[in-house]
């Protein structure tokens, strides 16, 4: 199955370092790879015929498409030929057996089997080796997942991680929704990237409506995508030394977290931006009450930071735990801070062309460590303060230049947008016709980095999960759908 | 002698939430809002809690967890809805895999996410006013 011609072209772009934005399935049995050029933010898709239910496998060659086609199986009951381990994903012992949500036409719920929803694991077999499972409940406040370890003694051996308990089916639900339908059901996609998901689905609309953005409404979108950054950055720093029971760092950093909620709430109206990009607009904040709010932050930043930088003992805590090889990185597609800490240097912001002014260096750290992803972060986050501050100094000076003209409400067509969210590459590819879905695919930048995670936390001791789980710090809403 | 309640240990699950209300729960439990000087806590274990608190609509994979730690909880006992999702009418309600919320919840704690002031006041309230319903 390696030598088909569709794993040829596709491994081509690989080695020629080729992005993949998605592996799209479509309900006319058609299966889509995208591929993105990261020297020149230029796309190529490829396609592949289902025939008879069936199509050639990529995972064999290509290791990073392993949960697509897995998620393809399930939703479409397209059976990815060669796929060396085709154990559900998203689909549970209580679906009924012929209901594949994304090829069926109904989408009304199922009568859901009498059965537990556990599907089965991958374990340890030998002597001394002890199963610890955990979730999908936890013992703190924190999303729903199911995580089965093999252990020996207190070393982990395997994890298999057991996403998608919060599949709600949010794909199938927007097929046939309209373009004004649309918005508030991406804005709640994930909290943690609501920006870049509003963003990607504006990009969209406006892609197929031949929708020309003026600058104003670029800068503004930069304002809120970075304000996003800095939001989701804080708090997942918040949560890395409270994984080795640093709470001054912990609660200090909830507090500056707090601080720009209550920021983004008078300017935006909304502590996490819900609501604040659509198809040919955004929230024009004040860019003046923004600049405020930057320098009322920096002093409280600034000795945050010097804080968990001097403190070697935090410092000693995270270095050489956890390490992402930088060879892992690219088999597995990772993206976002877990990827630029292991030394690939890719951040889609680079090749969306109304950044291309800013001038953005990505940070990049090659340990691949829990403490090189926390320096990562501290240094994006000092990124994004900047960018959102030159924004704001070109809204003052420059702003409101809002021409452009109107969206077409009943655009047609097919297009795949994407942005850096703060966890990575976020796509999506959309089918619209007379301005109603037919399609909704999400490539969160969560999804690539799962498996990276489980295959990075082997090797390291069970104590170590949490903290090295903080500094991935994946979200499971966009992930699961 | 009084029926109300003085303190309420608070037991999480989240039921497909966008991380929106987790976040919010976070922050109750962090300086600023400090939920623990008011008697409310979210607590490790269903054992230790007087309340379940679940958020999001309920996804079908999660509905038999939310009602074993319900199951795990002593009486009596408080079943709460947090976030829109988990109170019925939020955005996700008719996704196939979405049991469109909380079923039967003793309080409703609206909001997308709930602000975390209004909550300390909701549950300041609700703990004055009433018992633990058995």
Same mark, same amino acid.
Request: hydrophobic share 45%.
């Given at each position: 199955?390696?030598?088909?011609?569709?794993?040829?072209?596709?491994?081509?772009?690989?080695?020629?370092?080729?992005?993949?934005?998605?592996?799209?399935?479509?309900?006319?049995?058609?299966?889509?790879?995208?591929?993105?050029?990261?020297?020149?933010?230029?796309?190529?898709?490829?396609?592949?015929?289902?025939?008879?239910?069936?199509?050639?496998?990529?995972?064999?060659? &290509?290791?990073?498409?392993?949960?697509?086609?897995?998620?393809?199986?399930?939703?479409?009951?397209?059976?990815?030929?060669?796929?060396?381990?085709?154990?559900?994903?998203?689909?549970?012992?209580? =679906?009924?057996?012929? @209901?594949?949500?994304?090829?069926?036409?109904?989408?009304?719920?199922?009568? =859901?089997?009498?059965?537990?929803?556990?599907?089965?694991?991958?374990?340890?077999?030998?002597?001394?080796?002890?199963?610890?499972?955990?979730?999908?409940?936890?013992?703190?406040?924190?999303?729903?997942?199911? @995580?089965? @370890?093999?252990?020996?003694?207190?070393?982990?051996?395997?994890?298999?991680?057991?996403?998608?308990?919060?599949?709600?089916?949010?794909?199938?639900?927007?097929?046939? &929704?309209?373009?004004?339908?649309?918005?508030?059901? #991406?804005?709640?996609?994930?909290?943690?990237?609501?920006?870049?998901?509003?963003?990607?689905?504006? &990009?969209?609309?406006?892609?197929?409506?031949?929708?020309? +953005?003026?600058?104003?409404?670029?800068?503004?979108?930069?304002?809120?995508?970075?304000?996003?950054?800095? &939001?989701?950055?804080?708090?997942?720093?918040?949560? #890395?030394?409270?994984?080795?029971?640093?709470?001054?760092?912990?609660?200090?950093?909830? +507090? #500056?977290?707090?601080?720009?909620?209550?920021?983004?709430?008078? #300017?935006?109206?909304?502590? @996490?931006?819900?609501?604040?990009?659509?198809?040919?607009?955004?929230?024009?904040?004040?860019?003046?009450?923004?600049?405020?709010?930057?320098? +009322?932050?920096?002093?409280?930043?600034?000795?945050?930071?010097?804080?968990?930088?001097?403190?070697?003992?935090?410092?000693?805590?995270?270095?050489?735990?956890?390490?992402?090889?930088?060879?892992?990185?690219?088999?597995?597609?990772?993206?976002?801070?877990?990827?630029?800490?292991?030394g690939k240097a890719f951040d889609a912001r680079t090749v969306l062309p109304w950044y291309r002014s800013f001038d953005l260096q990505p940070s990049i750290s090659l340990a691949g460590d829990v403490k090189a992803r926390f320096s990562v972060r501290l240094n994006e986050l000092d990124e994004s303060f900047r960018l959102v501050e030159q924004a704001c100094t070109l809204l003052r000076q420059k702003g409101n230049l809002l021409a452009g003209n109107d969206l077409t409400q009943g655009a047609s067509g097919r297009v795949i947008t994407f942005t850096e969210s703060p966890h990575g590459l976020n796509v999506h590819d959309v089918v619209l016709n007379a301005g109603h879905v037919t399609r909704y695919h999400v490539r969160a930048g969560t999804y690539r980095n799962w498996p990276l995670l489980a295959k990075t936390v082997a090797g390291n001791t069970v104590a170590d999960f949490p903290l090295i789980n903080k500094s991935f710090e994946l979200c499971y809403s966009c992930n699961d759908r | 002698m009084t029926k109300t309640q003085r303190s309420l240990q608070i037991r999480h699950v989240d039921g497909g939430s966008c991380n929106g209300c987790e976040q919010e729960l976070a922050a109750l439990t962090g300086p600023d809002y400090d939920m623990q000087q008011f008697g409310l806590d979210i607590v490790a274990s269903p054992r230790h809690a007087d309340a379940l608190l679940a958020t999001g609509p309920v996804t079908d994979t999660m509905a038999t967890a939310v009602e074993r730690v319900w199951d795990a909880v002593a009486a009596p006992k408080l079943r709460i809805a947090f976030g829109d999702c988990a109170a019925g009418c939020g955005v996700f309600q008719h996704a196939y895999a979405s049991h469109g919320g909380l079923d039967d919840p003793d309080l409703v704690i609206p909001g997308c996410p709930p602000d975390p002031k209004a909550v300390i006041q909701v549950l300041r309230q609700w703990l004055k006013a009433n018992a633990l319903p058995s």
């Open positions: 199955m390696n030598n088909t011609p569709w794993s040829q072209a596709n491994q081509a772009l690989k080695e020629s370092h080729y992005e993949l934005l998605c592996l799209t399935a479509t309900a006319d049995d058609t299966i889509t790879a995208t591929w993105l050029n990261p020297a020149d933010g230029s796309q190529q898709s490829l396609n592949v015929p289902v025939i008879d239910q069936h199509f050639p496998s990529l995972t064999p060659t &290509l290791l990073e498409v392993a949960w697509d086609e897995r998620e393809i199986h399930d939703l479409f009951g397209y059976l990815p030929e060669g796929h060396p381990d085709l154990r559900p994903l998203v689909r549970t012992p209580r =679906w009924p057996e012929r @209901f594949f949500p994304l090829k069926n036409a109904s989408v009304d719920p199922p009568p =859901w089997r009498a059965l537990e929803p556990d599907n089965p694991a991958v374990t340890v077999q030998g002597e001394g080796v002890t199963i610890m499972k955990v979730g999908p409940s936890h013992a703190g406040i924190i999303e729903s997942g199911h @995580f089965i @370890f093999s252990l020996i003694g207190e070393n982990v051996l395997h994890l298999d991680a057991h996403l998608f308990q919060n599949h709600r089916g949010v794909e199938a639900q927007l097929e046939g &929704l309209t373009v004004s339908e649309v918005a508030p059901l #991406i804005s709640r996609l994930c909290a943690a990237d609501t920006v870049s998901h509003q963003t990607n689905w504006a &990009l969209a609309v406006e892609s197929l409506s031949d929708f020309e +953005a003026s600058q104003t409404l670029e800068w503004r979108r930069i304002v809120l995508l970075e304000s996003e950054r800095i &939001l989701s950055h804080l708090n997942d720093l918040a949560q #890395i030394p409270a994984g080795v029971g640093f709470q001054v760092a912990h609660q200090r950093a909830l +507090a #500056i977290k707090e601080y720009w909620q209550r920021g983004l709430l008078l #300017i935006y109206g909304h502590r @996490f931006l819900f609501d604040t990009v659509k198809p040919g607009w955004a929230h024009p904040g004040s860019a003046e009450d923004m600049i405020a709010l930057l320098d +009322a932050m920096a002093p409280k930043w600034k000795a945050w930071r010097a804080l968990v930088e001097g403190h070697h003992g935090f410092q000693d805590r995270m270095e050489g735990v956890g390490i992402v090889q930088p060879i892992d990185a690219v088999h597995f597609g990772a993206q976002g801070v877990a990827a630029r800490a292991a | -």
